[in-house]
């Protein structure tokens, strides 16, 4: 058995174009990184992992790769990248990189092959399939499958060239490369071999738990209203995932100590993460699972319902039970495709707004499992102020407007409502550093807005109050270092009924901690026996006993 570092450990998330630009072009850049890298040491994170930086279009912000094995020359270069490399290990911390080989861009030479005529050599590297029977090819419903592409439009792009549709689950400018093809994971395991001959400590796999299709491919399930179908019986967790993953294993990390690997799975459920994630099974070492962020979406993805605390107590309930013996979580609640939690499950008005954060950081990371802090979180940082569609950048959210708004006739204000609650940009607006113009991201005017609220929610700020979620973040990251509890112990949910407090227990040898959150801006007694002289362990606010002011948390250790 390895060694499992990483159960201890904190990842910080950077998406790279919104961190700090450093030479002045409004995108953020891997000098920028560079220059704030004692930001994160101070933080006291382990492991920082870069959202893709390699050479791309940008059509998805980088999840669309045209050269695996260079850096876009937005970002910077490979002698860059290297010294970046070098600064991350200097300060003890560890570099993952994103893997995003469910596709590759449209302008990857392997697709250029593949798309250039129907018995190139690389054809079969991606999915390439005649129109449907007796229709006209290219045509509104010829498309092979009736499946929906995730930013709107079908799964399948017709090109004219051969006269066939290619397959993307994502934009038509991400075709989805076909593992079923030895020769495609042998291309893939021999870049990702590269990369850790270069030093380095891993990756987070992009929709990982997509590679393996269901053959044949058939249709997916339509509902009314909706002009596409749910084509994902087709492709989530298809029959030939673990296989791939074991392969994947054994060529690329078999014999290679101190990794991390991190298989992105939305759609994953308990029982298949613990096949990935078991330790005999040479898969992954974690799941990065989408259940409690999807805790405020119902049947239908045109409304926003409001967050109920017993589903999502429910839902970690159940991975923390699931995952106790075999198996392992990442805990998480931002990244780069979700809006900013504190905005979300919190309150982020300037009255709770640091209150909120600091509660909700709290309750995740002494969850079992393994925490990501994404860029600006330790910071408290809200959702944006979007006026109208022309303020969003993200293919998802203007793709999903256009579909719902001109295909779907839907109310262009109701849609926006949602994506206000819910795009990704929410989490793409610049690292706010200072109160200097931009937020200090860039001395021009930035690729996204930055947030107005920069002046009074910035590093600099938080750096210099210790009473800040900065600050607060620090001591929740020093406390998964110092207390195995944390780490190892058992878990057991407390008040899994109430709606307003969040509870738990830790329990390791004589050792036990407690966890409460308060989830409202009420006070709130909580009743739960036996912590009577129980050692206060961290509170985001003064602490009196179980009466939970609003949005406290409150951490207790007993030992015996
Ligand atoms: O995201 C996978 C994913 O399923 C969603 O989170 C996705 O962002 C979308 O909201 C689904 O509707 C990963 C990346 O994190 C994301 O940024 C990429 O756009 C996507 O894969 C494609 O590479």
Request: hydrophobic letters at 35%; a negative charge.
């Amino acid at each position: 058995m390895t060694d499992l570092w990483w159960k201890s450990a904190v990842v910080y998330q950077i998406y790279p174009r919104s961190f700090a630009d450093a030479d002045g072009d409004g995108m953020g850049d891997l000098r920028g990184i560079i220059d704030h890298l004692d930001h994160l040491a101070e933080l006291g994170v382990d492991v920082i992992w870069l959202s893709p930086i390699h050479r791309s279009p940008q059509d998805d912000n980088g999840y669309d790769i045209s050269d695996y094995q260079d850096i876009d020359p937005l970002f910077g270069d490979l002698a860059t990248f290297d010294e970046l490399m070098k600064g991350v290990h200097d300060r003890g911390m560890k570099l993952i990189m994103d893997l995003v080989v469910n596709h590759s861009s449209d302008e990857h030479a392997w697709f250029q092959e593949s798309r250039s005529s129907r018995d190139n050599p690389k054809r079969d590297w991606y999915w390439w399939r005649p129109g449907r029977e007796g229709m006209e090819p290219g045509t509104p419903g010829a498309e092979p499958t009736n499946w929906g592409s995730a930013f709107g439009g079908p799964a399948w792009e017709f090109d004219q060239k051969t006269g066939e549709y290619y397959m993307h689950l994502f934009s038509p400018k991400q075709p989805d490369l076909n593992w079923e093809n030895p020769e495609v994971r042998q291309a893939v395991y021999a870049m990702m071999r590269w990369w850790l001959d270069r030093g380095v400590d891993g990756f987070r796999m992009d929709v990982i738990n997509m590679i393996s299709k269901v053959l044949p491919l058939a249709d997916g399930r339509l509902t009314a209203g909706q002009a596409y179908a749910d084509g994902s019986a087709g492709y989530i967790n298809g029959p030939r995932n673990h296989e791939f993953l074991h392969e994947m294993y054994e060529q690329v990390f078999a014999g290679r100590d101190g990794l991390l690997t991190v298989g992105e799975m939305p759609g994953v459920t308990v029982d298949e993460a613990i096949l990935f994630t078991g330790q005999e099974r040479q898969e992954v070492d974690m799941v990065f699972q989408f259940d409690h962020v999807w805790a405020d979406r119902g049947g239908d993805p045109w409304r926003v319902f409001p967050l109920q605390l017993t589903v999502l107590k429910g839902i970690f309930g159940r991975w923390q039970a699931g995952l106790a013996e075999e198996g392992w979580n990442s805990l998480y609640w931002n990244n780069h495709d979700q809006p900013r939690v504190v905005s979300r499950y919190g309150d982020d008005s300037p009255e709770f707004r640091a209150a909120s954060a600091k509660m909700l950081g709290t309750v995740l990371h002494l969850h079992r499992g393994t925490p990501y802090v994404y860029q600006g979180e330790e910071l408290g940082m809200t959702n944006y102020p979007f006026q109208s569609i022309t303020d969003f950048r993200d293919i998802e959210a203007l793709g999903q407007f256009r579909q719902a708004t001109e295909i779907e006739g839907r109310e262009p204000a109701d849609v926006l409502t949602v994506l206000r609650a819910r795009g990704r940009d929410n989490a793409r607006t610049p690292m706010q550093w200072d109160d200097s113009a931009n937020g200090g991201f860039s001395t021009t005017t930035p690729w996204l807005a930055a947030n107005p609220n920069y002046p009074q929610i910035n590093a600099k700020a938080e750096r210099a109050d210790p009473d800040s979620v900065f600050h607060y973040y620090r001591q929740l990251i020093a406390l998964r270092h110092s207390e195995p509890a944390v780490v190892d112990g058992d878990f057991t949910m407390l008040l899994p009924n109430d709606e307003r407090l969040y509870a738990y227990t830790r329990k390791l040898g004589g050792t036990e901690l407690l966890v409460i959150g308060n989830f409202t801006g009420e006070t709130i007694e909580a009743e739960i026996d036996g912590w009577d002289g129980a050692e206060l362990v961290l509170s985001n606010l003064p602490a009196n006993g179980l009466t939970m002011a609003p949005w406290q948390a409150v951490v207790l250790r007993r030992t015996r």
